[in-house]
Structure formats: structure tokens, C-alpha cells
């Protein structure tokens, strides 16, 4: 039997936490300052279906439009990019070239 320490053996008995983000683009750069926390975000669901060109979709995306938030979600030709995920241990932060945008799934306002 091979030795396993208690760092992996704590990391594989834990169910992996569910870790969501919707950060605010415009013209290819970033415009929210919420960092890794991304737009607060109050409900949403996404549904996977491997059988469909779009597989993955979200309905019912509701995040925080207050008076302070408008200015930065009402311009024409901003997008959402929505972002879900797990994690059961600690990862290398996600780094991006500035003026750059990941290639991902995005919702247009």
C-alpha cells in the first residue's frame, strides 16, 4: 500500500466546493474592479447537455444592478462572461494578458 499524506487524503474525502464569477467586459477589456470574486451574482442556473451544439446553458443569471452597479452593466455592447467551476484545493491563480479576452462562453446584454 502506498503512503497517501493527510493533505491529499483531507483534499479527496471533502466534496469540492462549487465556485461561480460574472465579470463585466466591453471592448475586449475588463471593466468590473470585483477581481476573483467577480459581480455579486444572486441566482442562475447552468444546464449541461453533451448531445447539443451549445452545451452549456445558463437561464435565470440575477446579479447586483444597484444605482452603483448600472453605470458599468447599462452601456450598449457589454457582456457578461460567466464563469462556474469547483475546487477542492488551492490553484495556480488564472492570469490573462491585459487587453485580452479568454476564449469563453459569453451572454450579451
Not at 36 to 62: E, F, M, N, W
Not at 94 to 105: F, V
Amino acid at each position: 500500500m502506498w503512503s497517501v499524506s493527510a493533505q491529499f487524503l483531507d483534499a479527496i474525502r471533502r466534496p469540492p466546493a462549487i465556485k461561480t464569477r460574472v465579470e463585466v467586459w466591453r471592448g475586449g477589456v475588463r471593466q468590473d474592479t470585483f477581481g476573483d470574486d467577480g459581480l455579486p451574482i444572486y441566482a442562475g442556473q447552468v444546464q449541461v447537455d453533451g448531445t447539443k451544439l451549445t452545451r452549456r446553458t445558463l437561464t435565470g443569471l440575477q446579479v447586483d444592478a444597484t444605482d452603483d452597479n448600472w453605470a458599468l452593466l447599462s452601456p450598449v455592447g457589454t457582456q457578461l462572461r460567466c464563469w462556474a467551476g469547483s475546487t477542492s484545493h488551492p490553484s495556480p491563480k488564472r492570469t490573462e494578458t491585459p487587453g485580452t479576452a479568454p476564449s469563453t462562453p459569453r451572454w450579451t446584454r
